[in-house]
């Protein structure tokens, strides 16, 4: 498919797909042709059998996305009750995507830009990176973004962001000792790092990729216990068919990074 705001490239050798955000002209905010654009990508990455894993990356240097694009009007029904969060759109866990997905962010990441790390299972950034909440400043209430990114860096340091707005950007070095991020690499490795990591998720049994996301990401709605007894039943569906997916190709042939 052709996309306005996207460029998505499916590469079956290594079984990694990538999704490039393409509005660098806006710092790749997004509008509703790119909130569609993003959804119908993951439901081909979906229907995919040759692709295991993804990179979610952004075009240019200055920003990774400056969030929703202001300057355009997402126009929402007229109705309130019938508004509609972006960010189901955007997201792959929304679509039902669990193929691993390994966000790299560069230059800006803030306001709405965060769904996407919301949404990611990996994520790593270069070390000009810097990341904030702008809503507040703008007199917004910030809710949608700080929920998501709550189970990734806890209710602390996801509060400062959201009340400190625009006054406060979490660097780097920052990102990683919070979570937000899980490996910082200079600008000109971000892209190639991601893919590296990607390939190497790629390369094992889909059956148990894909089950881990679902698993994992499905227990953060429930209790613990509940969650707990459906990754039980996971593990009986999925272990037999992913052992049966394993091939000679599947095993290292290299020593693990230390990270």
């Known amino acids: 498919m052709e996309f306005d705001t996207i460029l998505l490239d499916l590469d079956h050798e290594s079984r990694v797909a990538t999704v490039t955000l393409n509005r660098p002209e806006t710092l790749n905010a997004f509008n509703r042709t790119m909130c569609h654009e993003m959804r119908d990508s993951w439901q081909l990455i979906k229907a995919d059998e040759n692709i295991n894993a993804v990179v979610l990356r952004a075009a240019?240097?200055?920003?990774?996305?400056a969030g929703l694009d202001v300057k355009s009007s997402y126009g929402q029904p007229d109705i309130v009750w019938n508004h509609e969060d972006p960010g189901e759109l955007l997201s792959p866990k929304w679509q039902k995507m669990w193929k691993p997905v390994v966000c790299a962010v560069q230059g800006m990441c803030t306001a709405g830009a965060l769904y996407f790390l919301n949404e990611s299972d990996v994520v790593i950034c270069s070390s000009e990176?810097?990341?904030?909440?702008?809503?507040?400043?703008?007199?917004?209430?910030s809710a949608l973004e700080p929920i998501g990114l709550m189970r990734r860096i806890g209710l602390g340091d996801t509060l400062r962001m959201a009340l400190m707005g625009n006054d406060e950007r979490v660097g780097a070095d920052t990102a990683l000792r919070i979570g937000l991020v899980t490996e910082v690499v200079p600008r000109g490795e971000l892209w190639a790092r991601a893919h590296e990591i990607a390939v190497l998720i790629a390369a094992k049994p889909p059956t148990a990729t894909q089950g881990t996301?679902?698993?994992?990401?499905?227990?953060?709605?429930?209790?613990?216990?509940?969650?707990?007894?459906q990754g039980l039943?996971?593990?009986?569906?999925?272990?037999?068919?992913?052992?049966?997916?394993l091939t000679e190709r599947d095993i290292p042939k290299h020593p693990p990074r230390i990270r």
């Open 233 to 245: 039943i996971y593990t009986r569906l999925g272990n037999p068919i992913g052992k049966a997916e």
């Open 60 to 65: 240019g240097d200055r920003a990774f996305s």
């Open 129 to 141: 990176a810097t990341f904030f909440d702008s809503h507040v400043s703008a007199g917004l209430v």
């Open 213 to 229: 996301v679902k698993a994992i990401w499905e227990s953060l709605d429930k209790p613990y216990r509940a969650a707990m007894d």
